[in-house]
């Protein structure tokens, strides 16, 4: 099955600086890939995704960049800020909307005032 | 995702007994998905579910652990004879293309 592996584990950086973490996969077939950002005691909220026929996407301040040939896809925040201080989680799934997500392990991003 | 609704919030139970989890998919979802998250840990899939119909059970426990998503009425995520490790955050995301998830239940074993 799929397995998703995650860097770095924790993360802090000055506000007004950029983060970025990294996610790598290992099946072939995945095609979806979400980021979830989950604050402490709350529901993983859906921040950001992208699908495997593009290379790169951007909302705001956060964008994700996809290499499917090296099987690896990253999270870009810039213009941090203290808000962003939080858990975020990168997923895999084979298919948009019809089967299940394999996580990440989670990075805590800490954003020094 | 504000939609997705979970009750309990929160679950105490002891050893042995049961525990029932609920939770109510967006409206105009059929997809309905179980996560359990242990402490400082990411989220595991447990349990796919349709109206009626389960999809895939993959990341369920073979034991004391069941799901069903009744024609009417919430999913329901069952525990039978609880045990300590159960203790965790149970998520359920409903989903017509991307996944949105509920609050959670915490759930206590003492």
């Known amino acids: 099955g799929e397995n998703v592996e995650q860097h770095p584990s924790t993360l802090s950086v000055q506000e007004g600086d950029s983060a970025v973490i990294k996610c790598t996969y290992s099946?072939?077939?995945?095609?979806?890939f979400p980021w979830y950002k989950q604050e402490l005691g709350k529901r993983p909220q859906l921040i950001i995704d992208?699908?495997?026929?593009?290379g790169e996407k951007k909302d705001q301040r956060i964008a994700v960049t996809l290499n499917k040939t090296a099987k690896h896809f990253s999270l870009h925040i810039t213009e941090t800020q203290p808000e962003d201080s939080a858990v975020y989680f990168c997923a895999a799934s084979i298919s948009f909307g019809n089967e299940k997500l394999t996580f990440g392990t989670g990075t805590r991003l800490t954003i020094i005032p | 995702n504000a939609g997705v609704m979970q009750n309990p919030r929160h679950l105490v139970r002891r050893r042995g007994q049961e525990a029932r989890l609920r939770c109510s998919p967006m409206?105009?979802?059929?997809?309905v998905y179980w996560y359990r998250q242990l402490p400082e840990e990411g989220l595991k899939f447990m349990v796919y579910?349709?109206?009626?119909?389960?999809?895939?059970e993959s990341g369920m426990p073979k034991e004391r652990f069941s799901a069903e998503f009744p024609k009417e009425g919430p999913s329901i995520l069952r525990i039978q004879q609880v045990v300590r490790g159960d203790s965790a955050a149970y998520f359920c995301a409903s989903a017509s293309y991307e996944q949105y998830f509920g609050p959670g239940t915490r759930l206590t074993v003492t």
């Open positions: 099946d072939s077939a995945s095609n979806y």
């Open positions: 992208i699908r495997s026929n593009v």
């Open positions: 579910l349709q109206k009626e119909n389960i999809i895939d």
């Open positions: 409206k105009g979802h059929s997809h």
